[in-house]
């Protein structure tokens, strides 16, 4: 059973195409990594499964739902940890957990409930009281993680989660995302630089550059198509070498659907 189906999308930002004709399915329980290089279209392509954006054309299911003509219903279906942060800095962390699961209308008993096993989870219940503007970067990606989860959902979505934090942290984030896989048969779908990490954690890649899905499958797959020894190597030999620059048309479209969705 496929979590998530996209057939022929595209989406347009004036002349500039961010995503172009792009067809892929995820299946539920999969680890599923969206990598590129920047501006390639990884961003464009999530907000469009999460309803932030509206595809220019194509097709779309996230969980058996269309984004755009069942929106509420996609968007209890999924979790999603962005980009940026998204946290409320004058909040405690229990504030932030609790706000986040009024607004998906948890009952309050098993919100409560859920609260104090996801903290837990992630090694904050201790820190539950504390302001969040007091939090390290390490801290709040964690809260972020567990706030995404409150409301038991099928897919995950991890924008570059782990962006400017120490190894040590990036380890025990990937370790609580492979422990729900494992445990809750969740479908993760991640976008990520650091390919060490997309190479350890994930069961199928797709390489987006340009707008298009340039080379589809396993890690393995991947290197034998390529003759290469790694992810990385593999990566470059299928997007090149040039240091690339993500377009501000597509930038500034990400940060107002990411505004959107704080509402």
């Known amino acids: 059973m496929d979590a998530i ?15 172009n004709n ?18 390639a279209g990884k961003t464009t392509t999530i907000k469009m499964l999460t309803t932030l954006l509206h595809p220019t054309s194509g097709l779309i299911r996230v969980n058996g739902y269309d984004p755009i003509k069942q929106e509420d219903e996609v968007r209890h279906s999924f979790g999603i940890v962005f980009q940026d942060p998204s946290l409320d800095d004058e909040l405690t962390a229990y504030e932030n957990m ?21 903290l837990k989870f992630v090694e904050l219940w201790d820190r539950r009281n504390d ?36 190894p040590q942290t990036r380890d025990h984030i990937w370790k609580y995302i492979k422990q729900l896989n494992k445990d809750e048969g ?8 650091y390919m060490e990490e997309a190479q350890k954690v994930a069961d199928k890649i797709a390489i987006i550059d340009h ?9 393995k797959e991947l290197e ?14 299928l997007t090149g070498y040039s240091i690339r620059e993500e377009k ?15 509402r």
């Open 5 to 19: 189906q996209i057939e022929n999308l595209t989406k347009k930002f004036d002349d500039f195409i961010a995503v």
């Open 22 to 39: 792009v067809s892929f399915s995820v299946k539920a329980g999969e680890i599923f990594g969206l990598l590129g290089p920047n501006g």
């Open 98 to 118: 609790e706000f986040h699961g009024v607004l998906y209308q948890v009952p309050k008993s098993l919100r409560r409930e859920r609260i104090e096993y996801l």
């Open 131 to 166: 302001l969040v503007k007091h939090f390290s970067g390490g801290m709040k990606r964690r809260l972020e993680v567990a706030r995404g989860l409150i409301h038991h959902p099928k897919i995950l979505f991890l924008d570059e989660p782990t962006l400017g934090l120490d």
């Open 186 to 193: 969740m479908t993760v779908f991640l976008t990520t630089h």
């Open 211 to 219: 707008g298009k899905i340039v080379k589809l499958g396993t890690v």
């Open 224 to 237: 034998q198509a390529t003759n290469t020894n790694s992810l990385e190597e593999a990566f470059l030999k």
């Open 248 to 262: 501000s048309s597509a930038r500034d479209s990400m940060r107002q659907g990411r505004r959107l969705w704080m």
